[in-house]
């Protein structure tokens, strides 16, 4: 398990003389667990927001991941398994996806390494042992071990302005936290504008249905407001396989003339997320989103008409990934990041990350967990950290035998910038040292 510390690790001798490819090996296992990376997107929340941050093995077995594998082997029907309760949920799925069957996906494995990492036996009957540790937990000091374990030393959430149960607490002064950066996610204002613009008018906004009036300008109040509220590293939105910019509606306008604007003028990045179909399966609810091909021309002609304004990028498709990468060639302020959601397998994982580094060096980010449950951050990470291991080692022993030699410094460098740096700078966070942000 990785821990923070800044001592160098024991096999560093001399870190500026040159490796072997054994050496290089031990050196980027060696960094990749030592480096505190920042989780740059997830569904976590700092404990001053409260019951909406998910932890425990009762969230961990009903993330939706795991909601989704239950139907495949069980005969319950979603409507059934609806009306359980949140503890009969989750020991329906220990007892479908753990007991009657192998945990060999992806997600349930992380399930047993999570367990293994407290202790706990995964392979346990039943879930008391389980619950009676994680009731035992105080929660501030549950995530400080939480993030120890996982090699992470921030975590960056996702809040919603307009979310009913969030907003509140940030309007009545959440507290803020050391280890949790906030992010203006703008899902709801920019794809359900119709269903919400009621709420922005209820809060004292003169906004309208169809963006008339004062609408654009309110708008923008708005963010304003979040902005001095949440003092937000990013605003964010997740966007449809079939987004099209520029495009004659709602969300085109708001884009265009309220979103980006505001962006640029609190010098914040955008981080647009494009891809899922939402919801092809609704009676799975979370769980019943999929994934289509995107026509990146939409990010291209945004990336051409805004070139002082930063975005993030991540996109779902594992078909759109190479001409993803031509484009954050073409266009510096582009930082692709992470292997979304369903690319967040080792073997795709494998693939996007030596294409990446391939065409664009150390100049994005690797990857985030997008965990919603906390501890599903011990194994996210551990997995990238494994899967990462093999693809740099291969690297640095390329460019040692195409005549380059290798030192430790280098390998450390660049495993900072992936996983720290990159982000620091393209968020403003601290005074990093990696690429010049665009604007
Ligand atoms: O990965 C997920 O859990 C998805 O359901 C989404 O939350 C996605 O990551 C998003 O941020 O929209
Ligand atoms: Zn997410």
């Known amino acids: ?7 160098a690790p024991a096999s560093t001798r001399n870190s500026s003389s040159p490796l072997t490819s054994e050496q290089i090996r031990i050196a980027v296992d060696e960094e990749l667990q030592r480096t505190p990376f920042i989780d740059i997107h997830t569904h976590l929340f700092m404990p001053s927001l409260g019951k909406l941050g998910l932890w425990g093995i009762d969230e961990l077995l009903t993330y939706h991941y795991l909601e989704a594998e239950l139907f495949r082997f069980a005969k319950v029907t979603p409507d059934e398994y609806w009306k359980l309760t949140k503890q009969g949920q989750a020991d329906l799925i220990w007892q479908t996806l753990f007991i009657q069957n192998r945990p060999i996906s992806e997600s349930t494995r992380g399930v047993v390494a999570v367990l293994k990492a407290f202790g706990l036996d995964p392979s346990a009957k039943d879930l008391t042992q389980a619950r009676e540790f994680f009731g035992k937990q105080e929660v501030s000091s549950h995530i400080r071990r939480v993030f120890e374990l996982a090699g992470i030393s921030e975590a960056v959430m996702t809040n919603d302005p307009l979310d009913p149960e969030e907003a509140p607490l940030w309007e009545h002064g959440a507290e803020p936290n050391d280890q949790f950066h906030a992010v203006l996610r703008l899902d709801r204002i920019l794809n359900k504008w119709p269903e919400h613009w009621q709420v922005l008018q209820g809060k004292g906004y003169n906004v309208e249905a169809q963006l008339g009036g004062q609408s654009i300008t309110e708008v923008r109040r708005f963010l304003s407001d979040w902005v001095k509220r949440m003092n937000p590293v990013y605003m964010a939105c997740s966007l449809p396989d079939t987004f099209q910019y520029p495009e004659d509606s709602l969300r085109g306008r708001l884009l265009k003339e309220a979103v980006i604007p505001s962006c640029g003028e609190h010098n914040i990045p955008l981080s647009l997320m494009i891809g899922p179909r939402y919801q092809v399966n609704p009676a799975i609810k979370l769980a019943g989103d999929a994934v289509g091909k995107a026509n990146l021309r939409a990010l291209e002609h945004i990336l051409v008409e805004f070139p002082k304004v930063r975005f993030l990028a991540s996109i779902l498709s594992r078909e759109n990934q190479h001409e ?4 954050a060639r073409k266009f510096a302020n582009l930082m692709p990041f992470g292997c979304w ?7 795709i994982v494998e693939e996007i990350t030596r294409e990446r580094i391939e065409m664009l060096g150390a100049s994005f980010i690797p990857q985030h967990s997008d965990a919603r449950v906390l501890e599903q951050v011990i194994y996210k990470w551990r997995n990238t950290r494994r899967t990462m291991g093999p693809i740099f080692t291969n ?18 460098d660049d495993i900072k910038l992936l996983f720290r740096t990159n982000f620091e700078r393209w968020v403003n966070l601290r005074d990093g040292r990696g690429l010049v942000s665009a604007a």
């Open 324 to 327: 993803f990468c031509v484009y």
């Open 395 to 412: 690297t640095y022993t390329l460019l040692a035998e195409d005549g380059r030699a290798v030192t430790r410094e280098d390998i450390r």
């Open 341 to 347: 959601w369903f690319l967040n397998q080792p073997s």
């Open 1 to 7: 398990m990785p821990s923070i510390t800044s001592e």
